[in-house]
Nanobody, 124 residues
Framework: QVHVADSGGGSVQTGGSLRLSCAIS????????VGWFRQSPGKEREGVAL???????WYGDSAKGRFTISRDNAKNMVYLEMKSLSPEDTAMFYC??????????????????WGQGTQVTVSS
């Protein structure tokens, strides 16, 4: 049984930074895809960043140049470093793990194990 726990959200001012953490337990292979998604009220859940093999990274358009996803397999942790945050980044962020590797298109339905969500609020 795979369990995902996300944390690290908070309230920051425009231009600030946050590091989100995702703790993964259970029998999930290191090659399996882990992603960060975000959702604000009335909007679809949006893929933010994915990590699969150590060399594979995917970023949504809104994250490119600002966010960095990384993985520490020894600690079963995935991180999302977010910089230059803006109010448009305000959302509930979710960490999720897939049963296999990363595939395109990026769809939330491909991920079966989800964290409870951690709120990110960016004030102007």
């Amino acid at each position: 049984q795979v369990h995902v726990a996300d944390s690290g959200g908070g309230s920051v001012q425009t231009g600030g930074s946050l590091r989100l953490s995702c703790a993964i337990s259970g029998n999930l292979e290191s090659r399996n895809c882990v992603g960060w998604f975000r959702q604000s009220p009335g909007k679809e859940r949006e893929g933010v960043a994915l990590i699969g093999t150590p060399s594979y990274r995917w970023y949504g358009d809104s994250a490119k140049g600002r966010f960095t996803i990384s993985r520490d397999n020894a600690k079963n942790m995935v991180y999302l470093e977010m910089k230059s945050l803006s109010p448009e980044d305000t959302a509930m962020f979710y960490c999720a793990a897939a049963n296999g590797g990363c595939w395109s298109p990026v769809l939330a339905t491909r991920f079966h194990f989800w964290g409870q969500g951690t709120q990110v609020t960016v004030s102007s």
